[in-house]
């Protein structure tokens, strides 16, 4: 699935491969700017394009820890792309294996932007990116493309 | 010298988890014009340009409050460093190795709590503390291996 997202200034490409994308990479390349220019495109309502999947179908949310009830609304959304922010922050939260059930059996898609590592949730070693292209052009770069493998060793559980 | 914890418990300074929260808490407070604020700033988001809350950045002029949170926890490193130790949960490795040269550069301590292992593709240890055992000239990745197998 290719997500677009068009504006005057920017553009959002991203190739989602799986059910869960998980986002890592050094600080400052953009993960936090990624999810404010989704934030603004929702606020202005400025979708304008997608391939391969119906935006009339698709909800778009975006959460970050500072969400209380990520799960609940995880659970009330159906085929939605959700993109999680700070999701380290999340994994400390009392709250979060019910986060991580939700996501288990939501019938979404998520962009989750985190350096720890949890299980069950439908990401795999061929789903971990980092950012990549620059401020006006937005993309992924799978680092199983670029040959680093192994990341799927350890992490949070259910 | 660096001094990293790798269990929250074990720091004896209190641990700062939410730097983000903590950063924006604090953030009239913070020293963030001397040399190694702006050092890390540059080092970290790109930097360019400061002037009071105004900065720029590799994504445009913003407001010091949307820096990354890894430069925000290097920032807080450096106001913080004789009272808190601060975490690297949302810190890339990037902040790890641009506060490791400080340490080194100007032997100043700082308490960090690390809750996975780090490569040493930006940077090679010398001399560091891990849960206040001195180690040095190691192989960083498999140092901490140890303590998160």
Do not use: Q
Not at chain 1, 19 to 48: A, H, I
Not at chain 2, 71 to 77: D, G, N, P
């Amino acid at each position: 699935m290719k997500l677009l997202i068009n504006s005057d200034d920017t553009n959002i490409d991203l190739d989602l491969r799986s059910k869960v994308t998980l986002v890592m990479g050094d600080s400052g390349t953009g993960k936090s700017y990624l999810v404010e220019r989704v934030d603004l495109f929702l606020r202005e309502r400025n979708l304008v394009n997608s391939s391969n999947i119906d935006l009339e179908l698709v909800n778009i949310i975006s959460l970050t820890n500072k969400n209380k009830d990520i799960a609940l609304i995880i659970n009330n959304s159906t085929a939605s792309i959700i993109f999680i922010d700070r999701f380290d922050i999340v994994l400390r939260r009392k709250d979060y294996k019910e986060v991580l059930l939700a996501i288990e059996h939501s019938n979404s898609r998520f962009v989750i932007f985190s350096r720890e590592l949890f299980a069950n949730c439908g990401y795999t070693d061929e789903s971990v990116a980092i950012m990549s292209g620059t401020e006006k052009d937005i993309r992924f770069k799978y680092v199983f493309d670029n040959g680093i493998k192994g990341f799927l060793e350890c992490g949070y559980s259910l | 010298m660096l001094k990293i914890w790798t269990d929250e418990s074990l720091s004896p300074l209190p641990v700062i988890i939410d730097a983000e929260a903590f950063f924006l808490g604090k953030r009239r407070s913070l020293s963030l014009d001397d040399d190694l604020s702006l050092r890390v700033m540059k080092e970290i988001d790109g930097v360019s340009f400061k002037k009071g809350d105004y900065i720029e950045t590799r994504y445009g002029g913003t407001d010091i409050s949307k820096l990354s949170t890894g430069c925000k926890v290097a920032l807080l490193c450096l106001n913080f460093k004789d009272s808190n130790c601060i975490s690297f949960i949302e810190a890339g490795e990037n902040v790890f190795w641009s506060l490791y040269k400080i340490s080194e550069e100007y032997n100043l301590d700082f308490n960090i709590h690390l809750n996975r292992v780090i490569g040493m593709s930006l940077g090679e240890p010398k001399t560091l503390k891990i849960n206040n055992k001195l180690y040095e000239n190691i192989d960083l990745y498999e140092a901490l291996e140890v303590y998160f197998e």
